[in-house]
């Protein structure tokens, strides 16, 4: 069946699609019931099946004639290492694994917090979870450890796993400091934390409480899988919503496995046996669903790089690592290859590798720049494939469909909703707009399998974040428009999240925590354009009165609360004093107007200001920070003294 036929099917009876889809994988239990809704009156897939995602990514292919074939290959650029698994050692690597965490009281659906730098006892870490029924929530090296405390007191880990350090760049990050510090911090913190030792580092190690990663494996029994409902959550990653709090997306094991297993080849056009590699990290939903379950459930090798696009040692990284382990279908962020093109424009070290093994590009994160596109087309032979998805659908939302029938590219959009998926765009009121025309992209209930069925023990929050603004509707808090040829373009977030080097940073959490510094009486912070991380956020602050602070000790000081708090992957870096913010006539501050213009040209100023002139002081403030026009300009819609 083509494209248009499949998508047809699946949007107006996804029952009966996902029924056909449903033995992609090998259940202990068939599902009794494709779709159904839960206690809570909410969507959810595959009732009755019971499974084990660590035995499908690994028992299965060991079971079936891939115990020789590499699982994974670790590639860490900044270390020298190299160094493989097959499907057999990795296997056995997470049993053991998984049965020390079990002499640590790890059972099915306790919490174990993963905090960790991209080395293979991530995955196995993972794995090992998803072996046992339990619930990893991982969370990226570069937060803070405020940020993993909020993480943890939401969570109640049983246990939490981390590493002696992390190496960025030349830089060696130890780790267990910033995990004793959001231990003292947290209300609920683990009673028990493993520590993978790297020889670049020595962590401190507190008795009872903290175990050495090898010494607990040297005396651990193997675990075998442990069956879970289809339900049953496999972990829960945190993403930035607006405000200081994350939201805990949670994704279930059945819906999962089959979603991505189906992704492997509809989109990501994958063979089993073939290599993936997503250059990203086990932080990000990317990493999750493919440096981890997507090639492993597939039966592909993936490969783990821990290393930069660039200065690791040079921006012929990718293309050493795509012609050393004959990468087939290769996937990072544009970001990268924007740092890459700084540094070498005319990609003259992509000429020292043989990189014919790779059939296609991938890139998401953030959108896919014109620039940076046409770039690609010059330097490569390959598709290069645009594809849009959020943390919270775990798999594509919008991409060219290269496993069932490749479209012909248009720069700057993602190409057509994949099967699953029926995306629309609607105006503020809730109407469809007319071909061509900008508003609120939503996806129509119910979202299919794979995506979030709730949020971590938030149910009202879930259904306030996506599911109030438009009935039957997800709401994506993405903005654009969809083509009258049906290409859906993708321009930007119409809240307060901002995407940085493909880093989804909330800007309301940015403002809280500035809004506490002692000699701020307001603030807003936005995103701008930047050339290399594609938006960076700027700081705009009013004083309390009476205050006298120098510009630049402030700026210091804010600079070093952000990092502190949130993290150094924040990149905030600017913040600049204001006479005062635009505010409507009642006193509201217009920071959907502030996020205009900090991206576009002209904009029209809202009836309800109460100071036009304010808004030309603001301009001129942001234009001199902004550098060049690039790909996340976020839209902010009309607005009225009651937004
Ligand atoms: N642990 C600790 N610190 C980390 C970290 C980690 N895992 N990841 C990033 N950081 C730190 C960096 O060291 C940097 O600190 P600094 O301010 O002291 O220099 C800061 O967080 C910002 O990091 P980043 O935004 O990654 O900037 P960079 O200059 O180090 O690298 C790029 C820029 C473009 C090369 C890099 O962001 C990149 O490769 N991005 C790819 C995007 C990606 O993987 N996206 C995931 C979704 S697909
Ligand atoms: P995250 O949840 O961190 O993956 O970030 C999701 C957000 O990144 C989306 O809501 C978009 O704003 C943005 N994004 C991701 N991929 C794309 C893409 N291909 N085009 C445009 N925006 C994207």
Redesign the pocket.
């Known amino acids: 069946m083509r494209y248009k036929d499949l998508h047809t099917l699946s949007v107006e009876n996804p029952r009966f699609f996902w029924r056909q889809r449903m033995n992609l994988i090998d259940w202990y239990e068939e599902p009794e019931k494709v779709l159904y809704e839960d206690e809570e009156g909410l969507s959810r897939w595959f009732r009755g099946g019971k499974l084990n995602t660590s035995y499908l990514a690994l028992d299965y292919h060991v079971n079936n004639g891939r115990g020789r074939q590499v699982a994974l290959y670790f590639d860490s650029a900044v270390t020298h290492t190299k160094r493989r698994y097959t499907y057999r050692e990795l296997r056995d690597e997470v049993a053991l694994f998984a049965g020390a965490l079990r002499a640590q009281g790890v059972e099915k659906g306790d919490r174990v917090i993963i905090y960790m730098p991209m080395i293979p006892e991530a995955v196995i870490a993972m794995l090992a979870c998803a072996r046992l029924g339990a619930v990893h929530s991982v969370v990226f090296g570069g937060f803070a450890p405020h940020e993993l405390a909020v993480r943890i007191d939401d969570a109640k880990p049983k246990c939490l796993i981390t590493a002696s350090c992390g190496i960025e760049f030349k830089n060696i990050i130890d780790y267990k400091p910033l995990v004793d510090k959001a231990l003292e911090e947290a209300i609920h913190p683990p009673t028990s934390v493993i520590v993978f030792p790297r020889p670049h580092a020595k962590a401190k190690m507190l008795a009872g409480r903290d175990h050495d990663w090898h010494e607990l494996m040297h005396s651990a029994e193997p675990a075998d899988p442990v069956p879970v409902d289809s339900a049953d959550p496999l972990y829960i990653l945190y993403?930035?919503g607006t405000t200081g709090k994350p939201k805990g997306v949670i994704r279930d094991n059945g819906g999962h496995a089959i979603a991505l297993k189906y992704s492997m080849k509809t989109v990501y056009n994958i063979n089993p046996g073939e290599v993936f590699w997503a250059a990203s990290d086990v932080g990000?939903?990317?990493g999750h669903s493919y440096i981890v379950y997507g090639p492993l459930i597939h039966g592909c090798t993936t490969v783990l790089y821990e290393g930069k696009p660039v200065r690791t040692p040079d921006a012929g990284a990718f293309w050493r690592v795509i012609s050393e382990y004959k990468v087939s279908a290769f996937f990072t962020a544009p970001t990268a290859f924007r740092a890459i093109r700084k540094e070498d424009p005319d990609a003259h070290l992509k000429r020292n590798y043989d990189i014919s093994s790779l059939r296609t590009l991938y890139?998401?994160?953030?959108?896919?720049d014109p620039p940076t596109y046409e770039w690609l087309t010059q330097i490569l032979d390959v598709p290069i494939v645009?594809?849009?998805?959020?943390?919270?659908t775990g798999w594509p939302i919008?991409a060219n469909p290269m496993g069932l029938e490749p479209h012909r590219v248009k720069s700057g959009s993602?190409s057509f909703p994949v099967p699953g998926f029926k995306v629309e765009v609607l105006d503020d009121e809730g109407h469809t707009v007319p071909a061509g025309k900008m508003g609120n992209i939503v996806i129509k209930l119910p979202l299919p399998p794979g995506c979030l069925p709730n949020l971590w023990q938030d149910s009202d929050g879930f259904r306030k974040a996506y599911l109030s603004r438009f009935e039957d509707y997800y709401d994506?808090?993405?903005g654009?428009y969809i083509d009258e040829d049906g290409y859906v373009f993708?321009?930007?977030?119409t809240d307060d999240?901002i995407?940085v080097a493909?880093?989804?940073l909330s800007t309301g959490e940015m403002e809280e925590l500035i809004g506490g510094h002692e000699a701020v009486a307001e603030c807003a912070v936005v995103g701008i354009d930047d050339q290399l991380k594609g938006q960076l956020p700027i700081g705009l602050v009013v004083l309390k009165d009476g205050v006298n602070v120098e510009n630049e000790v402030l700026e210091a000081e804010l600079i070093a609360l952000i990092r502190k708090d949130i993290g150094a992957v924040a990149a905030f870096k600017k913040a600049m004093v204001v006479k005062r913010l635009p505010k409507t006539r009642s006193g509201k501050i217009l920071r959907k107007t502030i996020r205009r213009l900090a991206v576009e040209e002209q904009i029209i100023t809202p009836p309800t200001i109460d100071d036009p002139a304010i808004i030309m002081e603001i301009r001129t403030a942001l234009r001199d920070h902004r550098v060049g026009q690039y790909?996340?300009t976020t839209l902010g819609e009309s607005e009225s003294d009651g937004i």
């Open positions: 993403t930035s990000w939903v990317v890139l998401a994160g953030e959108r896919l645009d594809h849009w998805w959020q943390t919270e919008v993602a994506t808090s993405d654009g993708i321009m930007g977030r999240v995407n493909g880093h989804r790909a996340n």
